[in-house]
Each structure stands twice: as C-alpha cells, then as structure tokens.
C-alpha cells in the first residue's frame, strides 16, 4: 500500500515566521504535488514536481517555495506565514502515466493555522 | 474561477434514497477522476474514465463521462450512511496535473 506521510497534523504559527510543512512518499512516485483546501473552494494546487530538484508552479504559488532534494520528499515552504495562509494542506503523489490513469495517492494533511 | 464546478454544493438525504452530483466544464479533459474525502483524513480514489460516454460501476456507484469529456456524473444507488462524505472532480489535460472541482458535501442519515 502506498503510504504519504506529512510531519504534522496540526500546526499553530505566527504571522511573519517561515513555516516547513514536510511530506514523505514510501513509493518510488515521481510526480509529488502541494494543495491547500479551503471550504468550497475544493483542492487548488500549490506546485507540483515531477522529478528530484524540479518544481512547477500550480494555480496559487505567490507566498509559497518548494523543494525536492530527494525523490521521496517534498517540502513546501512558507517563507513568511500570513494570516490568509491558515488552510488545510494536503500532499500527493502519484506515478508518472499515460493519460491520467494513475491516481494520486494523498496524506491526511496538516492544519495549518497562522496566528 | 473555478475550472471544474460541481453540482450540488451540498446533499442531505435519508438512507436508501438514490443521487447523482455533477461535475462540469467548458473544457475538454484527457481524463476524469472521482476521489471520495471523509473528514481527518486525504482524498481516496474511486475511479478513473478516459473514453468520451464510458460509464463505470463500482457496486453501488455508477460514474459517467461525457461524450464531449467536458463532464461527468457520479450515481449513488440506495444511499448507505457509509456514503457520507466530500465528493471531489478532478480532471487533466496533460495526464499529471489535475484541477479538482470544489466538491459535493453528501450527508447520509440512517
């Protein structure tokens, strides 16, 4: 079974400190993705890589850096956490395949709040 | 703006009754995916449908794409309690990245 391991389940941070959510995959995936859920909004992706030390921004990256230094970890970054930054963060990663076939397997994410 | 919009927002239904929700767009998608999210916990697949008119059925759950690929639906047979859940679209067009549709909040009362 596929497990994606997130550090934490809850974090509390103040506004204006860099925050590390980290994410581990036991699968060999290559494609490894951030998003944040928000009520009613559903999942909006963050960056996704597809590879070790490379990075794509998503559809809402300002705020937010990434990195992949090794093929079973992707770290987001907040490099300095606002109040409009508390959300639920969920990682993902899935195989690299042929028309989307492959599912994303997800974390049970972390709740992030910016105080 | 939202690239997938899912229909309705929100369902409160007694057990045994059937329902579908929706998921919509203007654009053409190489594929559709339907995951199933139930609350402390991520987003489990249930199923994947490429071809334009492929229905799939998981026992209870018949899922169908659009002839167009711009849309799906999602049929639940005798609702369970166990349904209950956040029914979340996603799409691709480049077979890995995909745009998730806001989701359908399904409350399922015994």
């Known amino acids: 079974d596929v497990k994606v391991t997130q550090s934490s389940r809850y974090l509390v941070k103040r506004t204006g400190e860099k925050v590390f959510l980290e994410c581990v995959q036991d699968m060999d995936h290559e494609n490894m993705f951030w998003y944040r859920q928000d009520p009613g909004l559903g999942l909006r992706l963050i960056y996704f890589s597809y590879d070790v030390k490379m990075k794509e921004k998503g559809d809402i990256p300002e705020g937010y850096s990434v990195s992949r230094e090794k093929k079973e970890r992707f770290s987001l970054i907040l490099e300095s956490a606002s109040t409009n930054q508390t959300s639920m963060y969920l990682c993902?990663?899935?195989?690299?395949?042929?028309?989307?076939?492959?599912?994303?397997?997800f974390g049970d994410g972390t709740r992030l709040s910016i105080l | 703006t939202q690239l997938l919009e899912q229909s309705p927002q929100f369902l409160s239904i007694q057990e045994g009754e059937n329902l579908t929700v929706y998921c919509n767009s203007s654009?053409?998608?190489?594929?559709l995916q339907w995951y199933r999210q139930e609350p402390g916990e991520g987003p489990v697949l249930l199923v994947t449908v490429v071809t334009g008119g492929e229905v799939k059925k998981l026992k209870r759950l018949t899922f169908q794409f659009g002839d167009a690929r711009k849309d799906s639906s999602l049929h639940i047979t005798a609702a369970q309690p166990g349904d209950t859940g956040l029914y979340l679209c996603?799409?691709?067009?480049?077979?890995?990245?995909?745009?998730f549709g806001s989701g359908t909040k399904l409350n399922v009362k015994p």
């Open positions: 993902a990663s899935s195989l690299q395949g042929a028309r989307g076939r492959q599912p994303q397997h």
């Open positions: 654009s053409v998608f190489s594929s």
């Open positions: 996603a799409g691709t067009y480049n077979f890995n990245k995909f745009y």
